[in-house]
Nanobody, 127 residues
Framework: VQLQASGGGLVLPGGSLRLSCAAS????????MGWFRQAPGKEREFVAA?????????YYADSAKGRFTISRDNAKNMMYLQMNSLRPEDTAVYYC????????????????????WGQGTQVTVSS
């Protein structure tokens, strides 16, 4: 089982990036997938998640609401994070993660509920 994150880079404040996460070895269409990030010297934090519960539920950290959009393409076993209006404080390594379960709402923001993790992609927002 592998998750491969890509799409990071250096962007000016106010700019946009689209992160991608390719999943192989398992089909995650019915499970919860999410994005987390970790800035230097800080703990890993939740960014966004996509949960299948018979309908598509999305969850966002307060810092991401209105700026980031999580999406999935189950046919391609891909997940995306569109990030707009980027700020210097968004600088971090971004990780995609997948659970082997359909997490309940109270669980989606906790990283220890996810089983598989990608290698991370660096996002740097700087002028």
């Amino acid at each position: 089982v592998q998750l491969q994150a890509s799409g990071g880079g250096l962007v000016l404040p106010g700019g946009s990036l689209r992160l991608s996460c390719a999943a192989s070895g398992r089909t995650y269409s019915r499970y919860t997938m999410g994005w987390f990030r970790q800035a230097p010297g800080k703990e890993r934090e939740f960014v966004a998640a996509f949960r299948w519960s018979g309908k598509r539920d999305t969850y966002y950290a307060d810092s991401a609401k209105g700026r980031f959009t999580i999406s999935r393409d189950n046919a391609k076993n891909m997940m995306y994070l569109q990030m707009n209006s980027l700020r210097p404080e968004d600088t971090a390594v971004y990780y995609c993660a997948a659970s082997h379960l359909a997490l309940i709402t109270s669980e989606v923001r906790r990283g220890d509920n996810y089983n598989d993790w990608g290698q991370g992609t660096q996002v740097t927002v700087s002028s």
